[in-house]
């Protein structure tokens, strides 16, 4: 979808009256979709799952973004505390069970919202991975809840372009070497390898948002 | 003001409370703390008169029990911690969990609070080892585990800098008598071996230097940071850079009779000497006193304390 494209079926949704939120993660490529969305309507709330296990650096760009863009950002937290989400060994649950550590630290923070909302706007990208490659731009989510993926198509030069059409400022990790930027423990380093950055050594590529919360 | 102490029956909470309680501009003080280290004697030596201190037991990763003490708190130390046990089997993991993660939820609650002021105690393990001295513009390079844990905290809460006043403490490796004193750090071991074994371990060939620091001076520190009025930042707290065979001669000088057994003494352990952060010394109000004297202290400590 162009720009002309995306404002028309954000415009659509509104004038049908629908409820409209957003997520974001705060990686280095979400800024694109900000922008974006704020320069269509700044008054659609954007959800930010905090699982309390983001590197510093993401809640700081978190921080930076939103003040650069005004945006008007809505932070969730998991509802079951860190002392309660560990294994029999006593390890935090990334160490052993990591679909279930994303299952209460980001699906389950964000079911609720679907609850509030008909229509859910997420930046992934067909280039991202397999999964997303069979995604189309208006998926069912639970709670009636309509996915729109405005930026499926967009490769990575086009989000690139974007962000440096308009300036926007990169996520302080991209300097480091990172690409994917999700939670410290799952994430890795890519100079380590060229595979992908996130849970790697598993045949995990989601964490879920784009998986559970999606109805095919 | 109300104080929340985060591993308050710790080491340095214990002491810290201590003093604390004599304040008069603080109304209330909450220890924190989960006991992990079944280390009760806060409740039985203390002496800490009823009224003023609050315990709570809980975990420093419960976010929730957090998020509601810390309703009418004004200050938080953050003490809690887990700590280096040497030569211990235990899992890196417990490090990363306590000390990043559970001073992430710490800082993620104390953001959604009224708290006024933040103080962090942190390690000059976070600066590894090396052959020069180090300062407060020494870049950080951790060796262990429990360093590496302790910088990633420090990462969490230099996100509140610009938020309230924030004080990170990279303290060094903290000795002397106290009510809830910890036995495996180098000093309090030799002193404990000095006074009841007659024999003290020395590993390596103990030419190693360390930075130290006395209970009583982090504590008062501690106490007077909070009122200083210093910028957000990170400072340093060490007092006295020695090696432990000097260490090992200066108890020797003490208790004479006292034999010392070396182990692996053909290595050479890392070395680590951190110059005093003047900003902080300033804040130091106790007298001045020497290692020898302050040994000697101790020693009349364990004398009178305990059996022989």
Redesign the interface.
């Known amino acids: 979808m162009n720009l002309e494209e995306i404002e028309y079926q954000i415009r659509l949704f509104k004038s049908e009256g629908k409820k409209i939120f957003a997520t974001s993660s705060f990686q280095g490529q979400s800024v694109a979709l900000l922008h974006l969305l704020n320069t269509i309507d700044s008054g659609i709330p954007i959800y930010f799952i ?1 699982t ?2 983001l590197f ?2 993401t ?2 760009y978190k921080d930076t973004i939103a003040k650069l863009l005004n945006l008007y950002i809505i932070e969730v ?1 998991p509802s079951v ?3 309660l ?1 560990k294994d029999s060994s ?3 649950l990334y ?1 052993s069970e990591p679909d279930f550590c994303c299952h209460l630290n980001k699906v389950q923070p964000l079911d609720s919202i679907l609850a509030e909302n008909d229509i859910w706007i997420s930046g992934v990208r067909a280039s991202q991975n397999e999964n997303r490659k069979g995604l189309n731009t208006l998926e069912k989510a639970p709670h009636n809840v309509t996915r729109f993926h405005p930026l499926l198509n967009w490769t990575d030069k086009i989000i690139y372009d974007y962000i440096k059409k308009f300036n926007l400022p990169s996520h302080p990790l991209e300097n480091s070497g990172y690409i994917s930027i999700g939670c410290e423990p799952c994430t890795r380093k890519s100079e380590y390898d060229i595979r992908e950055g996130r849970w790697f050594g598993l045949n995990k590529s989601e964490c879920g948002l784009h998986t559970d919360l999606i109805i095919k | 003001m109300k104080v929340l102490i985060t591993g308050g029956a710790g080491y340095i909470g214990t002491e810290l409370t201590i003093q604390l309680e004599k304040e008069t501009n603080v109304n209330e003080i909450i220890i924190y703390d989960n006991l992990s280290r079944n280390n009760y004697n806060i409740f039985l030596h203390s002496r800490i008169k009823r009224g003023k201190v609050k315990f709570i037991k809980g975990d420093i990763l419960d976010s929730r029990k957090l998020k509601e003490i810390l309703k009418d708190i004004d200050v938080v130390y953050h003490l809690a911690a887990r700590v280096t046990t040497p030569f211990s089997n235990e899992s890196p993991h417990l490090f990363e969990q306590v000390n990043n993660w559970g001073t992430a939820e710490l800082v993620y609650a104390v953001e959604d609070s009224n708290v006024k002021k933040f103080i962090y105690v942190s390690s000059s393990s976070v600066y590894g080892s090396s052959d020069n001295k180090v300062d407060i513009n020494t870049f950080p390079n951790p060796e262990t585990f429990y360093g590496i844990s302790k910088l990633q905290g420090e990462k969490h809460v230099e996100r509140l800098f610009n938020k309230i006043d924030t004080y990170i403490i990279r303290s060094g490796n903290v000795y002397g008598f106290g009510v809830s004193m910890r036995f495996d750090a180098v000093i309090n071991k030799f002193m404990f071996d000095a006074s009841f074994t007659g024999r003290i371990s020395v590993n390596g060939n103990g030419k190693q230097h360390r930075a130290f620091v006395h209970v009583d001076k982090l504590v008062d520190v501690l106490k007077n940071i909070n009122l200083s009025g210093y910028k957000s930042g990170i400072y340093n707290l060490v007092d006295k850079n020695i090696s432990v065979i000097e260490l090992s001669d200066l108890i020797k000088d003490i208790y004479p009779d006292i034999e010392m057994i070396f182990i692996n003494q053909h290595l050479k352990l890392r070395e680590l000497i951190v110059i005093p952060d003047d900003r902080l010394q300033k804040l130091i109000s106790i007298p001045e006193k020497n290692l020898r004297e302050e040994f000697e202290e101790f020693s009349i400590k364990f004398h009178n304390s305990s059996i022989e």
């Open positions: 905090n309390g296990f510093p650096d809640i700081s937290r505390p860190k002392n989400q006593g390890n935090l160490t």
